[in-house]
């Protein structure tokens, strides 16, 4: 006898295969971490609590339930755990007088970490008002803040951007498909900025990149991305050059690649445009440089070069933004630390990774709470 189908709503949830992987990860990194000797049961521990921290969202999803921000959440404890429990990288007493010591320092690095906004307010200002919204500098700031408020306090890492287009529509009564394409190509040309100062900081520094096996072995994927972000950026140009007029828009029934490529044309209109965004982007990048140079220097990071930051901080801040754990969190703090000692090989630098990381998420948490009281406002005032 065959069984009634379910009601709607009330459907069995059906598990892949690939779901079980979790479940079936988490005894196996027990067994190893508990079977190594030596130097290969200290590698095993990271993996340890990477994969006990998989068990509450492996739970949640075999009791039918959404697992993905439940995986993210416990991933970021599970790093955090690892960095505790890990005497070469818990920050200590003394790293925090350093802080107390070098205060100049430290307050300098949260200044050149807040003109981030700065510089990325005029990028996306340049971007609205090619597209028509008419905002103010001012106002651009604002938006800025309030989707960095929502990037780093919400699970997700795209909050702010669907804040900034939700703002952009309802209070400067702009279509969608232009919001989304500004906001869109404010994500997209921070890529190539980003790669370009990676290839800026090989270029200064390209001895000890290429001294290094594991930093060598990146260039073919760093020559990649390089030759992607070339053909983005030559793409954008050309679409802002060769734009259909309104009439014949309005005569046609564009599909979907076509209006994609209307709307980065529209933002791109003024030839001006893209090299001041990409500017913009580099700029920003730069800020970032020097703000982790200031908290290196104030918590004392040894026989690391000033013009090595511009390699070093580039890549934490790119694995930091790897959607995995919550704003990076975990995650960013062993990049920096494995970067950073990786750097000055024998000056355990190791923690001191971790304090910086740390101090520059601290500062971005300083922005965003800013973001968030105008947010506040705004929501108070009915903006």
Same mark, same amino acid.
């Given at each position: 006898?065959?069984?009634?189908?379910?009601?709607?709503?009330?459907?069995?949830?059906?598990?892949?295969?690939?779901?079980?992987?979790?479940?079936?990860?988490?005894?196996?990194?027990?067994?190893?971490?508990?079977?190594?000797?030596?130097?290969?049961?200290?590698?095993?521990?990271?993996?340890?609590?990477?994969?006990?921290?998989?068990?509450?969202?492996?739970?949640?999803?075999?009791?039918?339930?959404?697992?993905?921000?439940?995986?993210?959440?416990?991933?970021?404890?599970?790093?955090?755990?690892?960095?505790?429990? +890990?005497?070469?990288?818990?920050?200590?007493?003394?790293?925090?007088?350093?802080?107390?010591?070098?205060?100049?320092?430290?307050?300098?690095?949260?200044?050149?970490?807040?003109?981030?906004?700065?510089?990325?307010?005029?990028?996306?200002?340049?971007?609205?008002?090619?597209?028509?919204?008419?905002?103010?500098?001012?106002?651009?700031?604002?938006?800025?803040?309030?989707?960095?408020?929502?990037?780093?306090?919400?699970? %997700?890492?795209?909050?702010?951007?669907?804040?900034?287009?939700?703002? #952009?529509?309802?209070?400067?009564?702009?279509?969608?498909?232009?919001?989304?394409?500004?906001?869109?190509?404010?994500?997209?040309?921070?890529?190539?900025?980003?790669?370009?100062?990676?290839?800026?900081?090989?270029?200064?520094?390209?001895?000890?990149?290429?001294?290094?096996?594991?930093?060598?072995?990146?260039?073919?994927?760093?020559?990649?991305?390089?030759?992607?972000?070339?053909?983005?950026?030559?793409?954008?140009?050309?679409?802002?050059?060769?734009?259909?007029?309104?009439?014949?828009?309005?005569?046609?029934?564009?599909?979907?690649?076509?209006?994609?490529?209307?709307?980065?044309?529209? +933002?791109?209109?003024?030839?001006?445009?893209?090299?001041?965004?990409?500017?913009?982007?580099?700029?920003?990048?730069?800020?970032?440089? #020097?703000?982790?140079?200031?908290? %290196?220097?104030?918590?004392?990071?040894?026989?690391?070069?000033?013009?090595?930051?511009?390699?070093?901080?580039?890549?934490?801040?790119?694995?930091?933004?790897?959607?995995?754990?919550?704003?990076?969190?975990?995650?960013?703090?062993?990049?920096?630390?494995?970067?950073?000692?990786?750097?000055?090989?024998?000056?355990?630098?190791?923690?001191?990774?971790?304090?910086?990381?740390?101090?520059?998420?601290?500062? +971005?948490?300083?922005?965003?709470?800013?973001?968030?009281?105008?947010?506040?406002?705004?929501?108070?005032?009915?903006?």
């Amino acid at each position: 006898m065959m069984e009634a189908p379910l009601p709607r709503g009330e459907e069995k949830p059906r598990i892949s295969r690939w779901e079980w992987i979790p479940v079936i990860l988490v005894p196996c990194l027990a067994s190893v971490h508990l079977l190594a000797a030596g130097s290969a049961a200290a590698l095993s521990r990271p993996a340890l609590f990477v994969g006990l921290s998989l068990v509450p969202g492996a739970v949640c999803r075999l009791a039918g339930g959404s697992s993905w921000n439940v995986h993210r959440v416990f991933f970021a404890l599970g790093l955090a755990a690892f960095v505790l429990e +890990n005497p070469d990288l818990r920050p200590d007493g003394e790293s925090w007088l350093k802080i107390g010591e070098h205060w100049r320092l430290v307050a300098a690095g949260f200044a050149a970490s807040f003109t981030q906004s700065a510089w990325g307010t005029l990028r996306m200002h340049r971007l609205l008002t090619d597209s028509g919204v008419e905002i103010s500098k001012h106002d651009a700031f604002k938006l800025v803040l309030a989707g960095s408020f929502f990037n780093i306090f919400l699970p %997700g890492s795209t909050g702010g951007d669907a804040y900034r287009v939700y703002a #952009v529509t309802r209070g400067y009564k702009t279509k969608l498909a232009p919001a989304i394409a500004s906001i869109t190509l404010d994500r997209l040309l921070g890529l190539p900025a980003l790669v370009f100062v990676v290839l800026l900081g090989m270029a200064l520094d390209y001895g000890f990149f290429r001294a290094n096996r594991l930093l060598a072995g990146l260039i073919p994927f760093i020559g990649g991305a390089a030759a992607v972000c070339a053909l983005l950026v030559c793409y954008l140009a050309l679409a802002g050059r060769k734009r259909r007029s309104p009439e014949r828009a309005a005569e046609e029934n564009p599909g979907r690649l076509r209006r994609i490529h209307d709307m980065a044309a529209t +933002n791109v209109k003024r030839g001006t445009t893209l090299p001041l965004a990409l500017f913009h982007g580099f700029m920003s990048h730069i800020a970032c440089i #020097v703000s982790c140079l200031c908290f %290196g220097l104030a918590l004392g990071v040894e026989g690391v070069p000033p013009l090595r930051y511009f390699l070093i901080v580039p890549m934490a801040m790119t694995i930091n933004a790897i959607p995995g754990a919550p704003g990076g969190v975990g995650q960013g703090e062993l990049a920096m630390a494995t970067l950073l000692d990786m750097a000055a090989p024998g000056m355990g630098n190791a923690r001191t990774g971790v304090m910086v990381m740390l101090l520059f998420r601290l500062s +971005n948490m300083a922005a965003g709470l800013v973001g968030g009281a105008f947010y506040a406002a705004g929501k108070k005032h009915g903006d």
